[in-house]
């Protein structure tokens, strides 16, 4: 009995060892925990602080949880991975508890802003090696430097840290005024402190571009180094002169890269209430669908709410009226573009359902500070390009502005650009840009060969990664037409077809899907006045060689039928 006792011991002890210290071990740490002290209704200024916080920390794989610092629970900082705390109200009175867990804790925390002495005062058995003093105004650096470039800040009175202890706590970036050189920021182990959150944009590119790249190491997840950069020509709307359009889409296709075109469907009437839309201009729909046939992406753009119009209130209502009226020019966009009055805070969900890659204008929004990669919503999904160059229009000293903004983008591992281009910009300004781009290492980013989705009521665009099977990138019960990848490649399918489900959809094409009856579409060519003729031309010369062809095959069917004849005779 005492051996199968001893036994039974020895077999099932080491299985249940590991069970119990699991048992009694702490949770596993998950995601990043965002505390704030705007409170339960920050004013609009912290509440675009928090998102574009939030926002950033959307580019990297983790869950953000953002809470209220009085709303915090003790224990928290143990919970999370690492932990980011946003001073936005200096002077505030912080919980007992927060200051507590963040002075022991060992994850990585960023402080950034105010009431870094409260912590300081708590943890005064902790070494965090440096002093803050408030602000003056004899401080105000405009230019902060890191890792040997210059960056701006806005000029206003900045708080003072002073280094006590240079074997624990290192200077990040320096700012010098008055002939002095002082911390801009500092790092002691894991934990950093910014003495402001730079959000405000003093000129492009600014010092928020320091936290970007301290995010990459403080949440320890390597990037790939890989820089990207997408040409997208700006401001297309129905008044847009087709001639000029078509030279800069020419320009852009001799250059040899990818590029996209954003595009409104309908455009105010100068002069007039009356509103103007794309299909009345159908030689500029023929440029536009050339461009479309040869490789370009379009980008729709997402109008603003009429407010006399109660049929334009909703975004969905305004997303499914530019997808048709684009759809009915044969046009598919595969992103959007929207201004930030496009939709509030309320709609972001909904249109986040709509289409999966945004590009959320920057420029509409001139005090928050563009991002500099690519960023994910993970409540919807949504990819959100960035708005973070200024666009290129009449060139001279535009190139070097462009390209000097960009060097200093990729101070972060992974820099994204969206290259703005208007309609007329000069075409060796558009060439300088673009070797300029290639010498710094950039790629040109092309949205056909993402997965891209725009969502309507009954019509669906979808780009192509991977291949794929049609029947696995269709709704059950619709049907589809696949462009590309070749230009001008087309293929229209049929749920009811046998070829339907052994379809095979390679990557770079476009599935334009819907429900019934294809969408109709109005009679127009594709490609400008040029391109048209070439092609007309081309076609000609091709019937007239068939013809002559098919004339010397029946004239040597007759020879034919006559040497036979005078055989038999």
């Not at 290492?441 to 019509?459: C, P, V």
């Not at 749920?495 to 489900?501: I, P």
């Amino acid at each position: 009995m005492t051996v199968r006792l001893s036994i039974a011991v020895r077999v099932v002890l080491p299985l249940l060892l590991p069970l119990c210290l699991l048992a009694g071990s702490p949770a596993l740490a998950q995601g990043v925990l965002l505390v704030h002290d705007a409170g339960p209704a920050p004013a609009p200024d912290e509440q675009e602080a928090i998102a574009w916080t939030r926002d950033l920390l959307g580019h990297f794989d983790v869950d953000v949880t953002v809470t209220d610092v009085h709303s915090y629970r003790p224990g928290a900082t143990d919970g999370h991975d690492s932990t980011f705390y946003l001073g936005l109200r200096p002077g505030l009175a912080l919980p007992e508890g927060f200051l507590a867990d963040c002075a022991q804790t060992t994850a990585p925390l960023c402080w950034i802003g105010g009431n870094v002495e409260q912590l300081l005062a708590v943890g005064a058995g902790k070494s965090f090696g440096f002093t803050v003093q408030a602000g003056s105004a004899d401080l105000r650096p405009g230019k902060v430097t890191y890792k040997g470039s210059a960056y701006w800040r806005d000029e206003v009175p900045l708080p003072l840290i002073a280094v006590t202890a240079p074997e624990a706590c290192q200077p990040i970036a320096l700012v010098e005024a008055g002939g002095e050189r002082h911390p801009y920021a500092v790092r002691a182990g894991e934990f950093r402190y910014f003495a402001e959150l730079p959000v405000r944009l003093a000129r492009m590119p600014g010092a928020y571009l320091i936290l970007c790249d301290q995010m990459h190491e403080l949440l320890q997840e390597p990037h790939d180094l890989q820089r990207t950069a997408l040409l997208l020509v700006r401001g297309v709307t129905p008044g847009t002169d087709a001639g000029r359009l078509a030279l800069l889409v020419r320009e852009l296709q001799a250059e040899g890269v990818p590029f996209a075109v954003e595009v409104a469907a309908t455009e105010q009437s100068a002069g007039s209430d009356r509103r103007v839309r794309l299909e009345q201009r159908r030689g500029l729909v023929s440029v536009l669908r050339g461009a479309q046939r040869t490789g370009a992406s379009i980008v729709g753009y997402l109008s603003d709410p009429d407010p006399e119009s109660a049929a334009s209130t909703t975004v969905a209502k305004r997303f499914n009226g530019t997808l048709n009226g684009l759809a009915r020019c044969g046009l598919y966009p595969v992103a959007w573009s929207a201004s930030r009055r496009a939709y509030d805070d309320n709609e972001a969900s909904a249109l986040g359902k709509l289409c999966s890659t945004l590009f959320d204008r920057a420029g509409d929004r001139p005090t928050v500070a563009p991002m500099p990669f690519l960023v994910e919503r993970s409540d919807q999904g949504q990819r959100v390009m960035p708005d973070n160059l200024p666009p290129l229009t009449r060139g001279g000293g535009e190139v070097e502005a462009m390209l000097e903004a960009a060097r200093r983008q990729a101070i972060v591992p992974d820099p994204c650009l969206t290259v703005g281009v208007a309609v007329g910009a000069p075409a060796a300004a558009l060439s300088l840009l673009v070797d300029g781009l290639h010498e710094s290492e950039f790629g040109f980013k092309d949205l056909r060969f993402d997965a891209n989705t725009t969502s309507g009521e009954s019509l669906q665009v979808s780009t192509v990664a991977s291949q794929h099977k049609l029947a696995e990138l269709v709704a059950r019960g619709w049907s589809a037409t696949i462009l590309g990848p070749e230009p001008g490649a087309r293929l229209a399918a049929e749920r009811a077809s046998r070829r339907f489900s052994d379809a095979v959809v390679h990557p770079g094409a476009m599935v334009v899907s819907y429900r019934g009856r294809q969408p109709k579409v109005i009679l127009s060519f594709e490609g400008d006045a040029q391109q048209v003729t070439e092609r007309g031309v081309h076609g000609v010369a091709r019937l007239i060689v068939i013809i002559a062809m098919a004339a010397g095959g029946v004239l040597f069917l007759i020879y034919l039928a006559q040497l036979v004849q005078r055989r038999g005779t």
